[in-house]
């Protein structure tokens, strides 16, 4: 089973609005990411955890904010996003080490809409 | 800096004839490099990867991909496309040990 669960599949939120996306595997998988996809575009890291660790930031603004409660589940917190934030969310996960060979596996997306 | 290029931006097919789907790679030591597939409004997914060994890799769904050194390519291809491969397609390269770096995809259109 490689199943990385992804929700909500979609969300609408206002620019003031608090907002949650949730990801979850059950891979055993030790390294968790979020990804940004704009349309017809190629996704864009976010964030990488590593053993519920964050281990890449990508000089990410501070309304995103994640969370990695253990290691089955990854958050990303939403706080007074922008409209130009509205995009694909992946979150994706992967064994952790053996030098970058790991296969990283996606969930299907929130598909998020900032008014 | 690790990079990769897919230089077009689409590829038209007939349906039953073989495809190709180009990538070329920029990178300092051995490169790990990955192709991924995504339908519309879909995750990615996983279709194969090159870490060392045979040139030739298989992977899902027929598709196979030819890593090529000396022209620093590694492109997609498939004896005989189906209407169903019509998708975005991805080639990756690993950049540090968790982070993959996405060519700009190609959009793969097969007709019947």
């Known amino acids: 089973d490689t199943e990385v669960t992804q929700t909500p599949k979609h969300l609408v939120m206002g620019m003031t609005n608090k907002k949650s996306l949730k990801c979850e595997q059950h891979?055993?998988?030790?390294?968790m990411y979020w990804y940004k996809q704009k349309a017809k575009k190629p996704p864009e890291l976010m964030f990488v955890?590593?053993?519920?660790?964050?281990?890449i930031n990508e000089s990410v603004p501070s309304r995103f904010s994640p969370e990695c409660p253990n290691s089955s589940l990854l958050n990303l917190h939403l706080h007074a996003l922008q409209p130009e934030d509205s995009a694909l969310y992946l979150c994706?996960?992967?064994?952790?080490?053996?030098?970058?060979?790991?296969?990283?596996?996606f969930g299907a997306g929130t598909r998020l809409s900032v008014l | 800096a690790q990079s990769v290029a897919q230089p077009e931006d689409q590829v038209n097919v007939a349906e039953g004839n073989p495809l190709t789907v180009k990538c070329t790679y920029s990178?300092?030591?051995?490169?790990?490099l990955f192709w991924y597939v995504q339908y519309p409004n879909r995750g990615l997914q996983f279709l194969l990867k090159y870490i060392t060994g045979d040139n030739l890799v298989k992977g899902s769904y027929g598709f196979e991909a030819e890593f090529n050194k000396s022209q620093t390519s590694f492109h997609l291809k498939k004896p005989s496309a189906l209407v169903s491969d019509s998708a975005l397609y991805f080639c990756?390269?690993?950049?540090?040990?968790?982070?993959?770096?996405f060519g700009t995809g190609t959009r793969l259109q097969v007709f019947p």
């Open positions: 990178v300092s030591g051995n490169p790990y």
């Open positions: 994706a996960s992967s064994q952790s080490g053996q030098g970058g060979k790991n296969i990283q596996y």
């Open positions: 955890y590593s053993y519920e660790k964050l281990s």
């Open positions: 990756a390269v690993r950049f540090l040990y968790d982070k993959l770096i």
């Open positions: 891979m055993g998988h030790r390294a």
